[in-house]
Nanobody, 124 residues
């Protein structure tokens, strides 16, 4: 059974940084595309960052490019997301997701497994 458990969310002032972690069980990271999404109240789930299984290639949304790093630790079976220079518009629930696909996709429909999410709140 696959489980994805996010942690690391919280309250932070604008300009600060956060590191989110996703503990993965039931699947092997080097066989799955892993990604982070976020969702604010009343909004659709939005892609944030992803890391491919084949060569660890990373890809990011325009809204976080240049201030975000996604990484994975295969020895610990975890995926991390570090966001710097946080803005109030980064406030959302952040979700970890896994897809067995090869293509680096941003559409949440292609992801089969999801965590419960962790809340990030950025104050101005």
């Amino acid at each position: 059974q696959v489980h994805l458990v996010e942690s690391g969310g919280g309250f932070v002032q604008a300009g600060g940084s956060l590191r989110l972690s996703c503990a993965v069980s039931g699947l092997t990271l080097n066989k799955y595309l892993m990604a982070w999404f976020r969702q604010s109240p009343g909004e659709d789930r939005e892609f944030v960052a992803g890391i491919g299984w084949f060569n660890g290639a990373t890809f990011y949304s325009e809204s976080v490019t240049g201030r975000t790093v996604v990484s994975r630790d295969e020895s610990k079976n975890t995926v991390s997301l570090e966001i710097r220079r946080l803005k109030p518009e980064d406030t959302a629930i952040y979700y970890c997701a896994a897809s067995p696909g090869v293509i680096l996709v941003k559409d949440p429909e292609f992801y089969d497994y999801w965590g419960q999410g962790t809340q990030v709140t950025v104050s101005s």
